[in-house]
C-alpha cells in the first residue's frame, strides 16, 4: 500500500475526520485516484507559531493542551481513500477556484495557494492503535499493513 507521511498535527487531523484535503505541490499520480492509501505520522511536529489558531485548537481538541507530547509520530495512523485532485487556479473571498471552474472553502488546514494541489480524501479508516513506522518523503510503499490493525 502505498503510504503519506505528514507532521504532525496534520497527521492526526486526517485521522480524526477533521482534515479531508491534504493539499500538496504534486499532483497525487494518476492510478491512485479512488485507491487507498494509508497516513503516516512523521516524527516532526509542526511549530506552534506556524499554526492556524483553528488548527492549534482542533488538534488541542484531540489530544489537549500538551497534543506536541500526545500526537502519535513514527506511526501510520490511518488509511484513507485519494477521491479527486485538483489544482488551485486563484483564490477569492476565502474560496480555493480549481481548473474545472468549481470552487471550495479555504480550510485553514492547508495551504491553498495558486498552483497546490488538492487532494480529497475520504473513506477514512483508522487504526486502534498507531502502527510504528519509519516514514519517508513523497508516497512510500508501506508493507507492513497488517488488516487486524484496523477498528
Known amino acids: 500500500m502505498k503510504c503519506l507521511t505528514l507532521h504532525q498535527p496534520w497527521a492526526s487531523l486526517i485521522a480524526s475526520g477533521q482534515k479531508t484535503v491534504e493539499t500538496r505541490s504534486w499532483r497525487p499520480p494518476a492510478s491512485l485516484v479512488g485507491e487507498r492509501i494509508a497516513i503516516h505520522a512523521g ?31 513514527g506511526a501510520v495512523v490511518c488509511t484513507v481513500r485519494i477521491a479527486a485532485a485538483h ?5 477569492e473571498q476565502g474560496l480555493a477556484w480549481v481548473d474545472d471552474g468549481v470552487s471550495y472553502r479555504v480550510s485553514p488546514h492547508g495551504d491553498y495557494s495558486p498552483g497546490r494541489w488538492l487532494w480529497f480524501l475520504d473513506d477514512l479508516i483508522c487504526f ?3 502502527v510504528p513506522a519509519i516514514g519517508h518523503q513523497r ?4 508493507r507492513d499493513y497488517d488488516p487486524s490493525d484496523i477498528l
Open 43 to 73: 516524527r516532526r511536529v509542526a511549530a506552534q507559531a506556524g499554526l492556524h489558531p483553528e488548527t492549534a485548537l482542533a488538534i488541542a481538541g484531540i489530544y489537549g493542551p500538551r497534543w506536541r507530547e500526545s500526537a502519535p509520530r
Open 87 to 91: 489544482q488551485v487556479r486563484r483564490v
Open 128 to 130: 486502534e492503535r498507531p
Open 139 to 142: 508516497l512510500w510503499n508501506w
